[in-house]
């Protein structure tokens, strides 16, 4: 999501919305709801642009090159002295991550042999959030987004990929075995069937 170049065209989301642009509609497809832009636009143009995502997630495999605050692709980056997971661009952006979640799941991180895998980063950080993050409208709307756990049913070998995830993120934050089945939903709504992406962005948006 770049700036903009035709920046007159841009839609501005009303003052109450949590998106600063939103040059997309709510379309529904086979595989669940989703957004897409509402026009044609040009390379570099600015589709959607929202300044708290829930969750934001470097993949594993781009760690060494992305920022894990402000997801810029640099060829330098620092990483996290203590778990040494998330690499940053700059001290302001470490600085930013620490205070919005990264205090909570370095010292998890840190124990682990190695890093985890995306999903399972992802869903540390979800059984991480503080009370009050996990009680408002973000907390009902994920929970309506489409899981694809019939279809992970049925392929047994990911299905005990996902089980066996869930059960390391529990564990791993000490979250208690009553959220093991919030835990393997939560991984259904990010290993979808078919995904490919190095970033992992999650805002839920009421579709």
């Known amino acids: 999501m770049l700036a903009s170049t035709e920046p007159n065209k841009q839609k501005r989301a009303s003052a109450s919305s949590p998106l600063d642009v939103n040059n997309t509609h709510k379309i529904s497809t086979p595989y669940g709801t989703g957004l897409a832009a509402f026009s044609p636009h040009t390379p570099g143009s600015l589709i959607i642009k929202l300044h708290k995502p829930n969750l934001l997630l470097i993949e594993k495999d781009s760690l060494q090159s992305v920022c894990s605050f402000c997801i810029s692709e640099r060829s330098s980056l620092k990483r996290c002295s203590g778990c040494k997971v998330p690499y940053y661009c700059s001290t302001a952006c470490q600085n930013a991550h620490w205070k919005g979640v990264h205090s909570r799941e370095c010292k998890i991180l840190k124990t682990l042999p190695g890093v985890p895998p995306t999903a399972v980063r992802a869903l540390i950080a979800m059984l991480l959030r503080k009370e009050e993050e996990s009680n408002g409208d973000e907390e009902?709307?994920?929970?309506?987004?489409?899981?694809?756990?019939?279809?992970?049913?049925?392929?047994v070998k990911r299905w005990e990929e996902i089980i066996l995830q869930a059960r390391a993120g529990v564990e791993f934050t000490k979250a208690g075995a009553e959220r093991m089945e919030e835990a393997m939903r939560w991984l259904c709504v990010v290993n979808p069937p078919t995904i490919s992406v190095f970033i992992l962005v999650i805002y839920f948006l009421n579709l």
């Open 140 to 155: 009902r709307d994920w929970k309506g987004l489409e899981s694809h756990v019939g279809e992970l049913k049925c392929d």
